[in-house]
């Protein structure tokens, strides 16, 4: 395995761009922040996202993939770990793209009420519909050596996406773990069932520790590689906010979230 920096990955035939790395925060006053992670996956002619983002992470999505030379049209695969409105809103910028969602969390999705969840009501409609959807189950994907992993617990049909690279495996875990904080304490906030969390969270631990030097890439932190049993962090983060506090446009405050 070689990283030629924090956000990418070779790894053999395999090449994973972390285009957003996601944050383990949130807001005080506004809501979740919803810094998502969303990873992209090459292999041969195969081109994956792993998660989408929300809306606020729309425009750098599209200008990160249009510098690493990958069209919307190019993009194969979306593999999407749950509905909620911070992994799964951009699916319509890839309309190429075969959609992967776990037939449990469509159920689940479609029944919330309007309004009233973290899940995008109107999107997860037109998702249910589209000709390019289709509904896995544990064990299942569209992708050459990637399959799925139910995790039940931050939804109940949340999926956790393990790539077999060969030597390594490489762990997506969305939500189902979204943090170092929760891969620790192997507990979690804001989730909808707390012991299918823990569960899961066992899952989590073990696809992980199954080959060494195993990275994890959460939802919502850096990218992690396990290394004689040792947790470390790859790369660093990078949140800050700018705020216009004063009558000058040309004068912000930026209050860096590290």
Request: aromatic share 8%; with cysteine; net charge negative.
């Amino acid at each position: 395995m070689t990283a030629t920096d924090a956000r990418i990955f070779e790894l053999g035939d395999y090449r994973i761009d972390v285009i957003v790395h996601g944050f383990p925060g949130k807001s005080v006053c506004h809501g979740p922040l919803g810094f998502s992670t969303i990873a992209l996956v090459r292999y041969k002619n195969k081109v994956a996202l792993i998660d989408v983002g929300g809306f606020g992470q729309r425009l750098i999505l599209l200008d990160r993939l249009k510098e690493l030379g990958v069209t919307p049209e190019s993009v194969t695969d979306i593999l999407l770990t749950h509905s909620h409105f911070d992994h799964a809103i951009n699916w319509v910028a890839f309309p190429e793209a075969t959609i992967y969602i776990s037939s449990e969390e469509m159920e689940w999705a479609k029944k919330q009420p309007h309004g009233r969840t973290y899940v995008p009501e109107l999107y997860v409609e037109a998702l249910s519909k589209h000709d390019k959807l289709k509904l896995i189950s544990d064990g299942e994907t569209g992708f050459q050596g990637i399959r799925a992993i139910a995790t039940p617990g931050h939804t109940p049909g949340s999926l956790v996406f393990v790539l077999n690279a060969g030597s390594v495996d490489v762990v997506f875990t969305g939500d189902a773990c979204k943090n170092r904080a929760e891969l620790i304490s192997r507990s979690a906030d804001m989730t909808f069932d707390k012991h299918a969390t823990e569960d899961s969270i066992k899952k989590i631990w073990a696809e992980w520790k199954r080959r060494e030097n195993g990275v994890l890439i959460p939802g919502h932190d850096l990218p992690m590689i396990m290394r004689n049993g040792v947790i470390q962090y790859i790369g660093s983060r990078e949140a800050a906010i700018k705020a216009w506090y004063s009558d000058d446009l040309n004068k912000t405050t930026i209050f860096s979230l590290l």
